[in-house]
């Protein structure tokens, strides 16, 4: 990991790949922060998981933007959701649920 990527704040958000989730997902990694989205649908939330990536610049398609699919009220998927943010960015800051 990079010093750069250390000290960048890392945002989860939760239902994200459409409508509001998707919008706060887009302002975090505009802002700076590496994110992690989540949502139940797989294929829509890896587009958005791209579209994102290539909004922001993010040459290497993964560096600051990582998605976990899953119903985030079971509870193996609430785990994997902050475990992923911690194992690919270090940290975890903000949740948005």
């Keep these: 990991m990079s ?3 250390i000290n960048r704040k890392v ?3 939760t239902h994200s790949s459409r409508g509001i989730g998707k919008v706060i997902a887009y302002e975090f990694a505009k802002a700076g922060y590496a994110i992690v989205i ?7 939330l890896e587009h958005t998981a791209k579209d994102i ?3 922001i610049g993010d040459d290497n398609n ?9 119903d985030i009220s ?4 609430a785990v994997s959701l902050i475990d992923e ?3 690919k960015f270090g940290r975890s ?3 948005v649920n």
């Design 93 to 95: 800051d903000v949740l």
């Design 62 to 70: 993964g560096n600051r933007v990582g998605y976990i699919p899953g």
């Design 38 to 44: 989540n949502d139940i649908d797989e294929l829509e």
């Design 74 to 77: 079971e509870e193996q998927i």
């Design 3 to 5: 010093e750069q990527s």
């Design 53 to 55: 990536s290539r909004v």
């Design 85 to 87: 943010a911690i194992k």
């Design 11 to 13: 945002a989860v958000i």
